[in-house]
């Protein structure tokens, strides 16, 4: 069991438990989502060319959901995971394309981007960027709070 922390940085080995523990829901909630109950929900104006919502809850709790948005030259794909009502985890990968999805020839991925957030009561914990490297904490607060709004607008909306 972790401790919860309220307005104090976690340690290096109290952050690596918080993490471990993560990621263990992560797989876990990934491994019921045959029995998770799924919402699909179709979004026009998350971005150029639309995109959509799919909730998985167990029983009445929101579990995990995927936020896809296509764009013209590209695709994102927010995974969010919650535990207990709280946001504990994001993962999100970009896609850019070679072409436009309107070219007349399928379009191939150019780049990807992976990043992944861990969360502990609100607060950002670990950033992992695209290069898998450990972002620098100063970088939190303004990426926790830009993460924290995308999360509640989306489920605000629903």
């Known amino acids: ?7 104090e940085e976690p ?6 438990s918080i993490i471990s523990n993560i990621k263990n829901d992560f797989e876990k909630i990934n491994s019921d989502t045959e029995r998770l109950r799924v919402v699909t929900r179709d979004l ?3 971005s150029s ?10 029983e009445r709790r929101l579990r995990k959901a995927i936020l896809i948005a296509y764009g013209e030259t590209g ?8 535990k207990s009502n709280k946001l504990i985890f994001i993962y999100r990968k970009d896609e850019s394309y070679s ?3 309107y070219d007349h020839t399928q379009p191939k991925i150019q780049k990807e981007e992976e990043n992944r957030f861990y969360f502990l009561n609100g607060e950002l914990i670990r950033w992992i960027d695209k290069n898998n490297k450990i972002v620098n904490s100063k970088e939190y607060p303004r990426k926790a709070k830009e993460l924290n709004y995308a999360a509640k607008t989306f ?3 629903l």
């Open 1 to 7: 069991m972790t401790k919860e922390y309220m307005g």
């Open 11 to 16: 340690s290096i080995k109290d952050t690596l």
């Open 44 to 46: 026009e104006r998350v």
């Open 49 to 58: 060319e639309g995109g959509f919502l799919k909730l998985m809850y167990d």
């Open 75 to 82: 695709k994102s794909v927010t995974e969010y995971y919650f």
């Open 99 to 101: 072409t436009s999805i």
């Open 155 to 157: 489920l605000d909306s």
